[in-house]
C-alpha cells in the first residue's frame, strides 16, 4: 500500500490561489492513478481531479474545470494540485488517494489509499 502525506492547504481569500502537493512513500507507487478529492462540513467527500501513472489520462469535476490543475512528477513521487480563481465553495478538507484501476466516474470507493487530508478555506 502506498502511503500519502498532504500539503499546501491554508486560508485564503476568493479569486486567490493554492497550491497542494501530496508526498507518496511505499513501493507500490508506481503505476498508481493519483487523485484529489475534497470534503467540506456536513457533505460527503466528491472527486476533484485524477491523473494517470503517465499523465496522459487527466480529468476534472465539472466544478472545478478551467479553474484547478492535477499534476504529478513520478521522479519525486508526488503529486500537485494548482487551484485558481478559488471561491468559498472550495471550502473543505482536501484528501490525496491513490488507485489502481482508472474509473471515468471516479468515487471514494474507487481509491484505496488515501492522506490525512489538509485544509483549505476560501474566505468570501
Known amino acids: 500500500q502506498v502511503q500519502l502525506v498532504e500539503s499546501g492547504g491554508g486560508l485564503v481569500q476568493a479569486g486567490g490561489s493554492l497550491r497542494l502537493s501530496c508526498a507518496a512513500s511505499?513501493?507500490?507507487?508506481?503505476?498508481?492513478?493519483m487523485g484529489w478529492f475534497r470534503q467540506a462540513p456536513g457533505k460527503e467527500r466528491e472527486f476533484v481531479a485524477q491523473i494517470s501513472w503517465g499523465g496522459g489520462s487527466i480529468s476534472y469535476a465539472d466544478s472545478v474545470k478551467g479553474r484547478f490543475t492535477i499534476s504529478r512528477d513520478n521522479a519525486k513521487n508526488s503529486v500537485y494540485l494548482q487551484m485558481n480563481s478559488l471561491k468559498p465553495e472550495d471550502t473543505g478538507l482536501y484528501y490525496c488517494a491513490a488507485a489502481s484501476t482508472w474509473y471515468s466516474r471516479p468515487a471514494p470507493s474507487t481509491f484505496g489509499s488515501w492522506g490525512q487530508g489538509t485544509q483549505v478555506t476560501v474566505s468570501s
Open positions: 511505499g513501493r507500490t507507487f508506481r503505476g498508481n492513478i
